[in-house]
């Protein structure tokens, strides 16, 4: 019967925001885990201290997901410390807003390549040990920006999103037949770096009228979403797969509702 103690997590872009969180919150329920990060050693490695230092077991490794040698050469190096990645949280993301009017090629590929392709090379990168230990947890923090939300500017992020979507439950398919589960998180607007920007009246504008948005009458904590992930990371979740959860406060805004 597998544990959390046995569990060895990959949590890409773990370094801040919700990644920070989901890689804090694995590490207490017992798991072992690797920070990845693309270029903030510090962020990473801070939270690696904190993490060892309060009885867990954490690295940091650097690779950017977009590149799959780099991306195996980190789950290399993970098997080499703690052994075969068991849970893969596929967090590391970015968001170019744009309309048809500024669409920019080489900024939305970049995008492309991160949120979707990222998403390939580390499930790719797994799941040989993954098969091999007939078992295994993949979650893929998506967007509720692929079910459609109305935010503006949204549209080409949503689209990687909604790619990152698909492939959580095409690779549901393939790979349930090894016991591996594989599930998508869809955040809501959470308080993060990524939210943030630099202009602090219009985050507080924009945050307010969000909030309005959701049921609940609130933005989201990256806590709401590690929470989620946490759920089906756990090794009790073994027979729920394909699934898409929408963590977003009860968010009203979907465009055709
Ligand atoms: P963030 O910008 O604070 O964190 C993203 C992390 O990913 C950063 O640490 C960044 O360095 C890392 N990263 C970016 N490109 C990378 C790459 N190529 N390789 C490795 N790491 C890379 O953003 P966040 O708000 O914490 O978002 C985390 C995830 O949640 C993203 O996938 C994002 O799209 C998704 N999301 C966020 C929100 C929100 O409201 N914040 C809503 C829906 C979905």
């Known amino acids: 019967?597998?544990?959390?103690?046995?569990?060895?997590?990959?949590?890409?872009?773990?370094?801040?925001?919700?990644?920070?969180?989901?890689?804090?919150?694995?590490?207490?329920?017992?798991a072992s885990v690797c920070v990845n990060y693309l270029a903030r050693a510090d962020a990473a490695e801070s939270l690696v201290a904190d993490i060892n230092a309060n009885g867990g077991r954490a690295i940091a490794v650097a690779a950017d997901v977009a590149d799959d040698a780099a991306v195996e050469g980190m789950v290399d190096r993970v098997a080499a410390t703690f052994g075969g990645v068991t849970i893969l949280v596929n967090n590391a993301g970015v968001s170019h807003q744009a309309t048809l009017e500024s669409y920019d090629q080489e900024k939305l590929q970049r995008m492309r390549q991160v949120n979707a392709d990222g998403v390939i090379h580390t499930t790719r990168a797994v799941m040989t040990d993954m098969r091999r230990q007939k078992y295994g947890r993949i979650v893929n923090i998506t967007s509720i920006a692929a079910l459609g939300t109305a935010l503006p500017g949204n549209a080409f992020y949503a689209a990687t999103k909604a790619e990152a979507q698909i492939l959580t439950l095409r690779f549901a398919m393939e790979l349930g037949p090894f016991g591996i589960t594989v599930n998508a998180v869809a955040p809501g607007f959470i308080q993060t770096d990524m939210t943030h920007g630099t202009d602090?009246?219009?985050?507080?504008?924009?945050?307010?009228?969000?909030?309005?948005?959701?049921?609940?009458?609130?933005?989201?904590?990256?806590?709401?979403?590690?929470?989620?992930?946490?759920f089906f990371a756990s090794p009790d979740s073994g027979w729920i797969t394909a699934q898409v959860l929408a963590v977003d406060g009860g968010r009203m805004d979907y465009l055709g509702r």
């Open 200 to 230: 602090e009246n219009a985050w507080k504008e924009r945050a307010q009228k969000l909030a309005s948005a959701a049921m609940l009458g609130r933005v989201g904590e990256p806590d709401d979403i590690a929470n989620a992930v946490a």
């Open 1 to 30: 019967m597998a544990t959390w103690r046995d569990q060895v997590a990959l949590v890409t872009g773990g370094g801040r925001g919700i990644g920070r969180a989901i890689a804090r919150r694995l590490a207490r329920e017992g």
